[in-house]
C-alpha cells in the first residue's frame, strides 16, 4: 500500500520541487492543485477562466471549485494506492471537506515544509526573473503569504495535535531538504 501524503508550506518553500522528488522515490503520483489549475487557465476552459485572475491576485479560488478538481483527480486509477497531494487542503474548509469526504485515511502523513517570510519573498523574485509567473510580483507575493500564513498555516498546528505531522526546515539545498523529508517520512 502506498503512501497518502499532504504537502504543506509556504510559496517558494520549494514544495513543487520536493513534491516531485518525494513522488518519483515512493512511485505515487504528485497532485498539484496549483499545477492543475494552471493548466485550466492554459487551457482556457471554463474552470481556468473563472480561476484566472484570482491566481493572478495569488487569493484563492473558491473552495467548490478547487475541491471538485481533487475529488475527481483523487478518482483516478492511479491515484488507489496513494498520492501525494500538494496544495490542498489550503485552509480549514478544505481541510474538513477532505475527511468528510474520504475519512480519517485519507493521508498518513501531513509534510509541512518551512522557510522564514524574506528567504521566501527574494526566493520567489528570483523564480520569477527564471519564469515566467504572473503570481510572482513583489505585491501577490505577499499576499500569497500572508493568506498561507492567516488560512494554511493553522492547519499545521492541527495536524500536529493529531500526530500526524512531519516538520522539516526548508532551508537548504534540494537535496538537504529532500534528506529531511525521507528521513521525517520513516
Ligand atoms: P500553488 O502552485 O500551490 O502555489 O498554487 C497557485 C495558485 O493556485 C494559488 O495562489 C491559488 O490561487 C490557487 N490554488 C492552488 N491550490 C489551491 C487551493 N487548494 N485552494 C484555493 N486556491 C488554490
Known amino acids: 500500500m502506498g ?9 517558494g518553500a520549494g514544495k513543487g520541487t520536493q513534491a516531485q522528488h518525494i513522488a518519483k522515490l515512493l512511485g505515487i503520483p504528485h497532485i498539484s492543485t496549483g499545477d492543475m489549475l494552471r493548466q485550466a487557465v492554459a487551457d482556457e476552459t471554463e474552470l481556468g477562466m473563472q480561476a ?3 491566481m493572478e491576485a495569488g487569493d484563492l479560488v473558491p473552495d ?17 494506492c496513494g498520492y501525494l497531494l500538494d496544495g ?4 480549514a474548509a478544505q481541510a474538513d471537506t477532505l475527511t468528510d469526504t474520504y475519512g480519517d485515511d485519507v493521508f498518513d ?10 528567504e521566501l519573498v527574494r526566493r520567489i523574485l528570483q523564480r520569477a526573473e527564471e519564469q515566467d509567473r504572473a503570481d510572482d510580483t513583489e505585491d501577490v507575493i ?7 500564513r492567516a488560512d494554511t498555516e493553522p492547519l499545521i498546528g492541527y495536524y500536529r495535535d493529531r500526530d500526524r505531522l512531519a ?20
Open 109 to 118: 502523513t501531513a509534510i509541512a515544509v518551512d522557510v522564514e517570510s524574506e
Open 142 to 148: 505577499r499576499n500569497r503569504l500572508n493568506i498561507y
Open 88 to 91: 490542498y487542503p489550503r485552509n
Open 52 to 54: 484566472k485572475a484570482i
Open 167 to 186: 516538520e522539516v526546515d526548508g532551508v537548504g539545498s534540494v537535496d538537504e531538504v529532500f534528506g529531511r523529508i525521507v528521513e521525517a517520512l520513516r
Open 64 to 80: 467548490d471549485l478547487v475541491t471538485a478538481l481533487v475529488i475527481e483527480r483523487l478518482a483516478q486509477p492511479d491515484a488507489a
Open 3 to 11: 503512501r497518502k501524503l499532504l504537502l504543506l508550506g509556504p510559496p
